[in-house]
């Protein structure tokens, strides 16, 4: 039986540890603050932005919500954006992705004060991850070193195999593992023998966007499986990128979805609310 790793209770852990801290703050007088800006009305960033709020709510972090109709021009957006940077009261700034079409998202992410930027998305950002500054890091990559740190699973030394490029996972994941001394390769849609390079894997993180597509073909024997995918089946049953039911039994530790990376993801955005006032 693999080890299954648990991301609902590492991520409630890691609030649990925030909440003090930031009672501590609190009695120090320090205030946290985080600005969430939602720009028309998509349903899933709806679901995220909630869950931010009550993440905020519970670890003692006030949160600013701003809800913008989906006609907001690009001008609008980039002036809220300039008076939160100027809000010495503002701690993070964060845009709930995707915005609407007519606006242009990488003009926005750049806009936010790379000192505010708790999603890590600026590429100034981005520049300190790799050149090991100290800096905001990307949260979803940064829950998958919590999870396998938190589930004794070392990476020093490790072969690690990223199946994805995105400026979101794939790419800051690299850096995060190159950091903890992993020894590290990105495959993506291009790579040729896909399941010969998977199969080298100590440690396989999946995040293609392809519903069930990691079969046990390109698992190593006592491999651990990181599965960053979320899809929805025929059957409506949440699912990922990985085929859990044939994956698990030849993995030493795998993630579920749901309930695996998900929940770090929103646990480390408040890593880094709480990191902007450890300075």
């Known amino acids: 039986m693999a080890q299954l790793i648990d991301g609902k209770l590492i991520s409630q852990q890691i609030k649990d540890e925030l909440k003090e801290e930031v009672a501590q703050f609190k009695a120090e007088g320090i205030d946290i603050c985080l600005a969430v800006i939602q720009v028309g009305s998509d349903p899933a960033s709806s679901v995220y932005v ?21 006609e907001t021009s690009e001008e609008e957006l980039i002036k809220l954006v300039e008076e939160l940077n100027a809000d010495e009261s503002v701690n993070g700034i964060l ?22 930027d708790v999603d890590g998305f600026h590429p100034v950002s981005v520049g300190r991850l790799w050149i090991g500054e100290k800096g905001f890091l990307s949260c979803t990559p940064a829950g998958i070193i919590q999870l396998l740190k938190r589930s004794n699973i070392s990476i020093e030394g ?22 903890e001394n992993g020894t590290v390769t990105v495959a993506h849609s291009r790579t040729k023998d896909l399941k010969e390079v998977a199969k080298r894997a100590d440690i396989l993180i999946v995040a293609i966007g392809k519903e069930r597509f990691i079969t046990s073909e390109y698992i190593k024997e006592g491999a651990v499986v990181i599965d960053v995918g979320m899809h929805r089946d025929e059957a409506n049953h949440l699912c990922g990128d990985v085929d859990f039911a044939d994956v698990e039994p030849h993995s030493s530790a795998i ?3 749901p309930g695996g990376v998900g929940p770090m993801t929103i646990a480390m955005l408040m890593n880094n609310c709480v990191e902007t006032v450890r300075k």
């Open 50 to 70: 909630r869950n931010k709020k009550k993440a905020c709510a519970y670890i003692g972090v006030e949160s600013r919500s701003y809800e913008l109709p989906e």
């Open 95 to 116: 845009v709930q992705l995707p915005v609407p079409d007519h606006i242009d998202e990488d003009k926005i992410i750049r806009t936010i004060s790379p000192d505010k």
């Open 158 to 179: 490790k072969e690690c195999v990223i199946i994805g490029r995105s400026n979101i996972v794939g790419k800051p994941m690299a850096a995060l593992l190159l950091r």
């Open 255 to 257: 993630t579920p979805v």
